[in-house]
């Protein structure tokens, strides 16, 4: 059962605690073109294995889906919003998930090679996917999910990618301590990248969970 507790609310400006059976934590949240809200994290399963969930809000906060993907040993990481109104969520044990309008999967295309979770996914202007690994690699998808591309960065979790107006890509990578930033070609070759130290190691692997990067589009290309 799903449940949703309303703590405030005013002039569609909201805070919502969403809570169902096992849900251990929300890891990626993205905005739809009509204003709501999607999100994906992993809940218990009761075995110490996660399934995945993802959830669909209007721009008030009221639930419109919530479903559980996957038979366990699994948890959302990214998730982004898609041209059909759907949205496509990447997750551990190598998996992405493309899910329709109403919550409902159309396809599901796990990639063993990449090993642990698949960090970051994109759709992109052709209406495929771009996806980022754990272990580093990047996976260029077409629309139903099939292998266009693909090439092994460097360790490191990629954690964002974006894509620039000519069709390029940038890649944010994490390796403690440092993060890389990275141009490739719509085909994957390698266009620029660059080393900076973040100035803070740990041995906390879940350090290497957080990370974001954007293009600035008021820069041109």
């Given at each position: 059962m799903f449940f949703s507790t309303v703590l405030f609310a005013q002039d569609n400006t909201f805070i919502r605690v969403f809570n169902a059976s096992g849900m251990t934590g929300g890891l990626a949240l993205a905005v739809m073109p009509d204003?709501?809200?999607?999100?994906?994290?992993q809940a218990d399963n009761g075995s110490g294995s996660c399934y995945t969930y993802g959830y669909r809000v209007d721009?008030?906060?009221?639930?419109?889906w919530f479903n559980y993907y996957g038979s366990g040993g699994q948890g959302g990481v990214s998730i982004d919003a898609t041209s059909d109104s759907g949205v496509v969520i990447s997750a551990s044990s190598g998996n992405i998930y493309k899910i329709?309008?109403?919550?409902?999967?159309?396809?599901?295309?796990t990639f063993t090679s990449v090993g642990g979770y698949v960090t970051s996914v994109i759709q992109t202007s052709d209406d495929g996917y771009l996806v980022g690994s754990q272990s580093g690699y990047i996976i260029k998808l077409d629309p139903v999910g099939n292998v266009m591309w693909s090439g092994f960065i460097g360790s490191g979790d990629i954690h964002a990618l974006d894509e620039f107006p000519n069709g390029d890509f940038l890649y944010f990578q994490y390796s403690n301590p440092n993060v890389d930033i990275g141009r490739i070609s719509s085909l994957g070759s390698i266009v620029w990248e660059k080393t900076y130290n973040s100035g803070y190691s740990s041995s906390d692997n879940h350090n290497n969970w957080g990370g974001e990067a954007l293009i600035d589009t008021n820069q041109g290309s």
């Open positions: 204003g709501g809200f999607v999100g994906t994290g721009e008030c906060g009221n639930i419109l329709d309008k109403d919550g409902i999967p159309e396809w599901q295309r």
